[in-house]
């Protein structure tokens, strides 16, 4: 696995027995010891935001306005919130797909390949079943297998990863561009739907068998799945034996083999679970947007996942309001664009600079003494 | 359900009323607005520099920003995803667009469709054949330009310039309009050129500039001295066609810049037409026609001027078709077989915009090149 | 196929592994450097995006395009010395950082690299060296850049030092043992800076050949993936300079597949031949590794190692 540890709480809570003996003093000291994961990141932020601030300056753009069309276009109506919201919604998925390979010290990039793949299986299924099945089990059957197709994609990943040592990165990264070939492949040859000449797609599922939007909102139900699948996976990974010996091989994969852990089924188990979750993010595209499955399913989102993953540390309750801060800033774009005539680019950069500032910050951790437990800080 | 939950909901709710009451009495205004002021919002699925499909409509955009009381907007690289239903909608709520133009063909279904039902004060138009007078709503439509028109007349010069008899087409992706493409240019190419074929590369995507570029050489490769496209960004083809020392014709924008020696002519869209017309009928008050499609005899769709290696017969011959084009001349006279089969796919003369063409998925005898 | 055909292919080939691998070969051994002295530069597919767009940009204002190709080692150089010097601060996950340093790479070339579409800039010339062949598409294949012949004598150089030189004998060092280096009075992070900034500086070269080369344009779709594949190429080479010219041109080679073999009239499932570089990529580095053989070449401070 990994030198350095990635990002992640729990296997340092295991390995410092300083902090460990912290957890079992009074509640303030934990706080102060935690709040280390929420100040940091913050400051990371901070320093990116105002790195960018300094980039808009020179080259003669305001950063007042870049904000305030961040607002508008992102969060300050109603209409751009829930456009936020639907955005955000393949992005918390796809964000798990990272997440939890992290958790055990793997880094896989495969969420993109994984949704065009889940997404295709999603769209192929539906073939024989419009018009004869309920849409419950229709959508029931499609979700499934767009996970398990999802599932074996990104778990193909992590088995090469155990059984050959191939670095999975690469590998999940080159599964990715494998399986967007195989979608294209499918989509404008076997499954083709015929009647619609100029945009290869499978057939159109109708709109009987498309997942609706969440009532009273313009947010489809995606987002809520995500929610709930965050909450599930954060208990899984926190609370569970599994999540345990998870992150126990994540930390020193070597002792987890002493400890008789099956780290061979822990690492295609947790693959599995990552190519599952981007899996799911292509049905919601194929039956909540687009109606069918075609090359617009790859659209980034699985890259833009990867950014969500790291920024919340992996942590699965983080991960939504992260998705949100990114689905807000990739919504705002387009105002900004429009306003500014700076172009589509400029939100690339300002996710570089947010992603560098905050890997860079990793390195504050620890160093801080106002961190630090009165009992630790004694001790020196 | 829990309480905070219950009136987050509900928040968002009485926030919704209240842009959708906003925007109810912006339409009543847009009505009026129509005589003083338009906002017209493009959408582009790549950049506006491409030197290919989306300059296209850029540069007929830029005639129209010249029109006094148009204001435009513009969006680059919007995917194909509900990121476009968000941008035209942005557009619309806070841009105060009237108008809104739709380039790229996925944009249509479900996307435009639905914003069109959700906003029916605002006009829709989108680049590609796809509206439906029974099913889609009416202030949406569609406009579209018949290029393959513009190729014929490349393929009539070509089939004259060429020694070899030999046209290579880069192509992106075997939709409809690709296909009547490359036909239309095999069918110029042998009007004048009875020996004349037409061979054909697919790359798999709109833009792919090292797949263009072996493409493009593997054409050469085999024979080719002429060649053209049909992907996004024509820039690669032509600029290889030239190193190779080959002719080529292009595609979508004029690339004479590009190819010094080798260019004939190219097929471009002439959207501007389109586009002034729906800003006059719209400064008049006018309703937009629903279903606009033509080519060379609605002034469409024209040819780049011809370039260095376009002979005294070719240009001629071009300009003839062109005439013709002109005057409804059709293409597509029957019986045709296509090339994988042998069995007859064209079985009489169809009219140029006949939408029996918009379902070709053959490639016809005489083009070398499977469409799978 | 008849024999035509074959010829015809194995030539298309033969140029598409001259031409292609040029890029695959400069970040490869850029790559292959710096992990050697022990870090993983993930990041330089934004290094050869970005220097495709600087090697344009300086063509376009200077007029010379071999200011091109040295403003974009300039610029691949900055990248690399912030991916060293960021991964050389304690806890910093290098394989992490090197994700985030592709997309910063990619997003300010497009974002500068917009006005450049359009205009044309001086191209780098080629050597013609099928002068002696009547064969058309022969004499094209043969035109060679001199980038080609650059990167061959760069990797050789790289090798040889690398056995015969202290300096190379430092470079291994720092990436078999850091301890060990460190006991020596190296240091560590000073190496490591270094080589990772002048495996930036290769990477922008690589990235010049692509604007100015082949394809010889500059636009936003220009890379698919070159610059991690060269990452994986130097996994497949296990850490040797010449390997990593050999896997270039094979690379190089399946890339021309689709397309050529399309030509000659094979044209189903061409989604899959253009899909060959990534398949053999993958086909190659799992017949490569296994859990208990890929630590032998392998540099043993490696994050990829541990």
């Given at each position: 696995?990994?030198?350095?540890?990635?990002?992640?709480?729990?296997?340092?809570?295991?390995?410092?027995?300083?902090?460990?003996?912290?957890?079992?003093?009074?509640?303030?000291?934990?706080?102060?010891?935690?709040?280390?994961?929420?100040?940091?990141?913050?400051?990371?932020?901070?320093?990116?935001?105002?790195?960018?601030?300094?980039?808009?300056?020179?080259?003669?753009?305001?950063?007042?306005?870049?904000?305030?069309?961040?607002?508008?276009?992102?969060?300050?109506?109603?209409?751009?919130?829930?456009?936020?919201?639907?955005?955000?919604?393949?992005?918390?998925?796809?964000?798990?797909?990272?997440?939890?390979?992290?958790?055990?010290?793997?880094?896989?990039?495969?969420?993109?390949?994984?949704?065009?793949?889940?997404?295709?299986?999603?769209?192929?299924?539906?073939?024989?079943?419009?018009?004869?099945?309920?849409?419950m089990v229709a959508l029931v059957l499609m979700a499934l297998f767009?996970?398990?197709?999802?599932?074996?994609?990104?778990?193909?990943?992590?088995?090469?990863?155990?059984?050959?040592?191939?670095?999975?990165?690469?590998?999940?990264?080159?599964?990715?561009?494998?399986?967007?070939?195989?979608?294209?492949?499918?989509?404008?040859?076997?499954?083709?739907?015929?009647?619609?000449?100029?945009?290869?797609?499978?057939?159109?599922?109708?709109?009987?068998?498309?997942?609706?939007?969440?009532?009273?909102?313009?947010?489809?139900?995606?987002?809520?799945?995500?929610?709930?699948?965050?909450?599930?996976?954060?208990?899984?990974?926190?609370?569970?034996?599994?999540?345990?010996?998870?992150?126990?091989?994540?930390?020193?994969?070597?002792?987890?083999?002493?400890?008789?852990?099956?780290?061979?089924?822990?690492?295609?188990?947790?693959?599995?679970?990552?190519?599952?979750?981007?899996?799911?993010?292509?049905?919601?595209?194929?039956?909540?947007?687009?109606?069918?499955?075609?090359?617009?399913?790859?659209?980034?989102?699985?890259?833009?996942?990867?950014?969500?993953?790291?920024?919340?540390?992996?942590?699965?309750?983080?991960?939504?309001?992260?998705?949100?801060?990114?689905?807000?800033?990739?919504?705002?774009?387009?105002?900004?664009?429009?306003?500014?005539?700076?172009?589509?680019?400029?939100?690339?950069?300002?996710?570089?600079?947010?992603?560098?500032?905050?890997?860079?910050?990793?390195?504050?951790?620890?160093?801080?003494?106002?961190f630090r437990s009165t009992k630790e800080r004694d001790r020196t | 359900?829990?309480?905070?939950?219950?009136?987050?909901?509900?928040?968002?709710?009485?926030?919704?009323?209240?842009?959708?009451?906003?925007?109810?009495?912006?339409?009543?205004?847009?009505?009026?607005?129509?005589?003083?002021?338009?906002?017209?919002?493009?959408?582009?699925?790549?950049?506006?520099?491409?030197?290919?499909?989306?300059?296209?409509?850029?540069?007929?955009?830029?005639?129209?920003?010249?029109?006094?009381?148009?204001?435009?907007?513009?969006?680059?690289?919007?995917?194909?995803?509900?990121?476009?239903?968000?941008?035209?909608?942005?557009?619309?709520?806070?841009?105060?667009?009237?108008?809104?133009?739709?380039?790229?063909?996925?944009?249509?279904?479900?996307?435009?469709?639905?914003?069109?039902?959700?906003?029916?004060?605002?006009?829709?138009?989108?680049?590609?054949?796809?509206?439906?007078?029974?099913?889609?709503?009416?202030?949406?439509?569609?406009?579209?330009?018949?290029?393959?028109?513009?190729?014929?007349?490349?393929?009539?010069?070509?089939?004259?310039?060429?020694?070899?008899?030999?046209?290579?087409?880069?192509?992106?992706?075997?939709?409809?309009?690709?296909?009547?493409?490359?036909?239309?240019?095999?069918?110029?190419?042998?009007?004048?050129?009875?020996?004349?074929?037409?061979?054909?590369?697919?790359?798999?995507?709109?833009?792919?500039?090292?797949?263009?570029?072996?493409?493009?050489?593997?054409?050469?490769?085999?024979?080719?001295?002429?060649?053209?496209?049909?992907?996004?960004?024509?820039?690669?083809?032509?600029?290889?066609?030239?190193?190779?020392?080959?002719?080529?014709?292009?595609?979508?924008?004029?690339?004479?810049?590009?190819?010094?020696?080798?260019?004939?002519?190219?097929?471009?869209?002439?959207?501007?037409?389109?586009?002034?017309?729906?800003?006059?009928?719209?400064?008049?008050?006018?309703?937009?026609?629903?279903?606009?499609?033509?080519?060379?005899?609605?002034?469409?769709?024209?040819?780049?001027?011809?370039?260095?290696?376009?002979?005294?017969?070719?240009?001629?011959?071009?300009?003839?078709?062109?005439?013709?084009?002109?005057?409804?001349?059709?293409?597509?006279?029957?019986?045709?077989?296509?090339?994988?089969?042998?069995?007859?796919?064209?079985?009489?003369?169809?009219?140029?915009?006949?939408?029996?063409?918009?379902?070709?998925?053959?490639?016809?005898?005489?083009?070398?090149?499977?469409?799978? | 196929?008849?024999?035509?055909?074959?010829?015809?292919?194995?030539?298309?080939?033969?140029?598409?592994?001259?031409?292609?691998?040029?890029?695959?070969?400069?970040?490869?051994?850029?790559?292959?450097?710096?992990?050697?002295?022990?870090?993983?530069?993930?990041?330089?597919?934004?290094?050869?995006?970005?220097?495709?767009?600087?090697?344009?940009?300086?063509?376009?204002?200077?007029?010379?395009?071999?200011?091109?190709?040295?403003?974009?080692?300039?610029?691949?150089?900055?990248?690399?010395?912030?991916?060293?010097?960021?991964?050389?601060?304690?806890?910093?996950?290098?394989?992490?950082?090197?994700?985030?340093?592709?997309?910063?790479?990619?997003?300010?070339?497009?974002?500068?690299?917009?006005?450049?579409?359009?205009?044309?800039?001086?191209?780098?010339?080629?050597?013609?060296?099928?002068?002696?062949?009547?064969?058309?598409?022969?004499?094209?294949?043969?035109?060679?850049?001199?980038?080609?012949?650059?990167?061959?004598?760069?990797?050789?150089?790289?090798?040889?030092?690398?056995?015969?030189?202290?300096?190379?004998?430092?470079?291994?060092?720092?990436?078999?043992?850091?301890?060990?280096?460190?006991?020596?009075?190296?240091?560590?992070?000073?190496?490591?800076?270094?080589?990772?900034?002048?495996?930036?500086?290769?990477?922008?070269?690589g990235g010049a050949f692509l604007s100015l080369s082949y394809p010889?344009?500059?636009?936003?779709?220009?890379?698919?993936?070159?610059?991690?594949?060269?990452?994986?190429?130097?996994?497949?080479?296990?850490?040797?300079?010449?390997?990593?010219?050999?896997?270039?041109?094979?690379?190089?080679?399946?890339?021309?597949?689709?397309?050529?073999?399309?030509?000659?009239?094979?044209?189903?499932?061409?989604?899959?031949?253009?899909?060959?570089?990534?398949?053999?990529?993958?086909?190659?580095?799992?017949?490569?590794?296994?859990?208990?053989?890929?630590?032998?070449?392998?540099?043993?401070?490696?994050?990829?190692?541990?």
């Open positions: 696995m990994s030198n350095t540890p990635v990002a992640t709480g729990a296997p340092r809570e295991l390995i410092d027995p300083l902090t460990t003996r912290a957890a079992h003093s009074d509640f303030a000291v934990r706080l102060r010891a935690n709040s280390e994961y929420v100040v940091i990141p913050l400051l990371a932020l901070i320093i990116a935001a105002g790195l960018f601030a300094v980039f808009l300056m020179a080259i003669g753009k305001s950063p007042v306005d870049f904000v305030s069309y961040v607002w508008r276009g992102g969060f300050g109506t109603a209409f751009s919130f829930q456009n936020t919201l639907q955005r955000s919604a393949p992005l918390i998925l796809t964000a798990l797909a990272v997440a939890i390979p992290a958790r055990i010290g793997l880094i896989m990039i495969g969420g993109e390949g994984a949704l065009v793949l889940g997404g295709f299986a999603a769209g192929a299924l539906a073939i024989p079943m419009i018009g004869h099945a309920p849409p767009a996970m398990i197709v999802g599932g074996f994609w990104v778990g193909f990943s992590g088995f090469l990863r155990y059984a050959r040592g191939v670095n999975e990165t690469i590998s999940s990264l080159l599964l990715t561009y494998i399986g967007i070939a195989i979608m294209n492949f499918f989509v404008e040859g076997a499954l083709r739907d015929l009647s619609n000449p100029n945009k290869p797609s499978t057939m159109p599922i109708g709109d009987a068998y498309m997942v609706g939007k969440i009532p009273g909102t313009q947010v489809h139900w995606g987002f809520a799945f995500g929610l709930a699948l965050c909450v599930a996976l954060y208990f899984l990974m926190a609370r569970t034996t599994f999540g345990f010996a998870a992150r126990v091989t994540g930390g020193n994969s070597r002792a987890a083999l002493a400890q008789g852990l099956p780290v061979g089924r822990l690492i295609v188990a947790c693959s599995a679970i990552a190519g599952a979750c981007a899996g799911l993010a292509g049905f919601f595209e194929v039956a909540a947007i687009q109606g069918r499955a075609n090359a617009s399913l790859a659209a980034g989102y699985g890259f833009t996942g990867i950014l969500v993953s790291f920024l919340a540390r992996h942590n699965p309750l983080v991960i939504p309001p992260v998705a949100i801060l990114l689905g807000g800033l990739v919504a705002s774009g387009g105002l900004i664009q429009r306003r500014m005539e700076l172009p589509d680019a400029t939100v690339l950069v300002l996710q570089g600079f947010i992603f560098v500032v905050l890997l860079t910050s990793e390195t504050l951790y620890g160093r801080f003494a106002i | 359900m829990s309480v905070t939950e219950f009136s987050r909901r509900g928040l968002l709710k009485t926030a919704a009323l209240g842009v959708a009451g906003a925007t109810l009495n912006l339409g009543a205004v847009k009505r009026t607005f129509a005589a003083a002021d338009l906002t017209v919002g493009i959408v582009y699925v790549g950049a506006r520099d491409d030197f290919g499909w989306n300059q296209a409509h850029a540069v007929a955009i830029k005639s129209l920003k010249e029109v006094p009381g148009v204001k435009v907007v513009e969006e680059e690289n919007v995917p194909e995803t509900d990121a476009v239903s968000k941008s035209m909608e942005s557009m619309i709520n806070l841009d105060g667009a009237g108008l809104i133009l739709a380039t790229s063909f996925g944009y249509y279904t479900p996307f435009v469709v639905d914003l069109a039902k959700k906003y029916p004060d605002v006009q829709f138009r989108h680049a590609a054949p796809l509206w439906s007078q029974d099913k889609d709503p009416k202030n949406a439509g569609s406009y579209f330009g018949y290029l393959n028109q513009a190729h014929y007349v490349d393929g009539v010069a070509a089939g004259l310039c060429t020694k070899k008899n030999k046209i290579g087409f880069v192509a992106a992706k075997p939709i409809a309009s690709v296909l009547s493409n490359i036909n239309s240019v095999l069918l110029g190419a042998r009007s004048t050129n009875p020996n004349a074929t037409v061979q054909v590369i697919f790359t798999g995507d709109w833009s792919m500039p090292v797949r263009e570029a072996e493409a493009a050489n593997a054409l050469v490769d085999a024979g080719c001295d002429v060649i053209t496209c049909h992907v996004d960004g024509p820039k690669v083809v032509i600029e290889t066609a030239e190193k190779r020392g080959v002719m080529s014709c292009g595609h979508n924008a004029s690339q004479v810049p590009l190819a010094p020696k080798g260019f004939i002519t190219g097929a471009e869209y002439k959207w501007i037409t389109i586009y002034k017309g729906y800003a006059s009928d719209l400064a008049e008050g006018k309703s937009l026609p629903n279903f606009l499609t033509g080519g060379y005899e609605v002034d469409f769709v024209q040819n780049t001027p011809f370039g260095a290696a376009a002979t005294e017969p070719a240009q001629k011959a071009a300009l003839a078709a062109i005439e013709g084009l002109k005057a409804k001349k059709p293409i597509y006279v029957g019986p045709l077989k296509d090339n994988k089969t042998g069995k007859v796919v064209i079985d009489k003369t169809y009219g140029n915009l006949d939408p029996f063409l918009d379902k070709m998925d053959y490639l016809l005898e005489g083009v070398v090149g499977s469409t799978t | 196929m008849n024999e035509a055909a074959v010829i015809t292919v194995l030539i298309a080939m033969l140029g598409g592994a001259i031409r292609v691998s040029t890029p695959f070969m400069f970040v490869a051994l850029g790559e292959c450097l710096t992990e050697k002295s022990g870090r993983v530069n993930l990041g330089l597919e934004g290094t050869l995006v970005l220097g495709a767009m600087v090697a344009y940009a300086a063509s376009y204002h200077t007029g010379s395009p071999w200011v091109g190709v040295l403003a974009a080692g300039v610029a691949g150089s900055v990248l690399g010395a912030m991916h060293g010097s960021i991964c050389g601060l304690p806890r910093v996950n290098d394989v992490a950082v090197g994700i985030a340093m592709m997309l910063f790479g990619v997003g300010v070339a497009f974002f500068f690299g917009k006005p450049y579409i359009q205009p044309t800039a001086p191209r780098l010339g080629s050597i013609p060296l099928g002068f002696w062949s009547d064969n058309a598409s022969l004499k094209s294949a043969l035109q060679v850049n001199p980038l080609f012949f650059i990167g061959i004598a760069l990797a050789l150089a790289l090798a040889w030092s690398l056995r015969n030189t202290r300096w190379g004998l430092v470079v291994r060092t720092v990436g078999d043992s850091a301890a060990a280096a460190r006991a020596m009075g190296i240091s560590v992070n000073g190496v490591r800076l270094m080589t990772t900034t002048v495996g930036g500086f290769l990477a922008g070269v010889g344009s500059w636009n936003q779709g220009l890379s698919s993936g070159q610059g991690l594949m060269a990452v994986a190429l130097v996994i497949f080479a296990r850490w040797n300079p010449l390997r990593c010219v050999a896997a270039a041109l094979l690379f190089g080679g399946a890339g021309a597949i689709g397309p050529s073999l399309q030509s000659v009239g094979i044209t189903q499932g061409y989604y899959f031949f253009n899909a060959a570089p990534y398949i053999l990529t993958l086909g190659i580095m799992i017949a490569t590794s296994s859990a208990k053989h890929s630590a032998r070449d392998m540099p043993g401070e490696l994050s990829m190692a541990k």
